[in-house]
C-alpha cells in the first residue's frame, strides 16, 4: 500500500513541478524579494548615506539564456523538451548602487521612483500569480474530466 501511496505522491509531485510552473514560482520568489527591498529602500529616505538596493532577476534570466544559446544540444523530436539544466541555476540578486547620490547628506533614494517601481513590481506580482493559477486551474480542470 505504502509504494502505491508514494507513486501516487510521486506523479502528482511531477505534474505540479513543470518548467512553466518552476519559472513562475521563481517570478514570485524574485518579486517577492524586489518589494522587500523596495520597502527597505522606502524605510530608510531619511536616513544619512544610505545607498538604495536593487533586485536583478531579469538580467540574470537573460544572462543564463545567452549561454543556453551556445550550447549545442540535439534534440532528435520537434516537441523533446529543451535544456533547463543552466536555466535552474538563476537566482535574484541584490546589490546597492553605490554610484548616485540624490541628497547632500549622502542618501539615493528617491520617492516617486521607489513608487513606480512598487506599482511595477505589484503588476509583475499579480500577473505571475494569475498565470500560476491558471497552470493549476488547467490542471485541475484535467483530473476533474478525467473522472467523467
Known amino acids: 500500500m505504502e509504494k502505491t501511496i508514494d507513486g501516487v505522491f510521486t506523479v502528482i ?13 521563481r517570478g514570485l520568489d524574485a518579486s517577492t524579494l524586489r518589494q522587500r527591498v523596495l520597502a527597505n529602500n522606502l524605510a ?18 537573460k544572462k543564463a539564456q545567452a549561454q543556453k ?6 534534440r532528435t523530436h520537434p516537441r523533446h523538451r529543451p535544456n533547463f539544466s543552466l536555466l535552474k541555476e538563476v ?22 521612483s521607489e513608487n513606480a517601481k512598487l506599482a511595477i513590481n505589484s503588476l509583475n506580482y499579480n500577473t505571475l500569480t494569475q498565470q500560476l493559477s491558471s497552470q493549476y486551474s488547467r ?10
Open 139 to 148: 490542471l485541475r480542470n484535467v483530473i476533474n474530466e478525467g473522472r467523467r
Open 91 to 112: 537566482r535574484p540578486r541584490i546589490y546597492m548602487d553605490s554610484a548616485s547620490t540624490m541628497r547632500n547628506d549622502g542618501n539615493n533614494v528617491d520617492v516617486d
Open 69 to 74: 544559446a551556445n550550447l549545442a544540444l540535439v
Open 13 to 25: 509531485q511531477d505534474l505540479l513541478n513543470t518548467p512553466a510552473a518552476n519559472w513562475l514560482e
Open 44 to 61: 530608510n529616505v531619511e536616513t544619512p548615506n544610505f545607498k538604495r538596493s536593487e533586485v536583478s532577476f531579469e538580467e540574470e534570466l
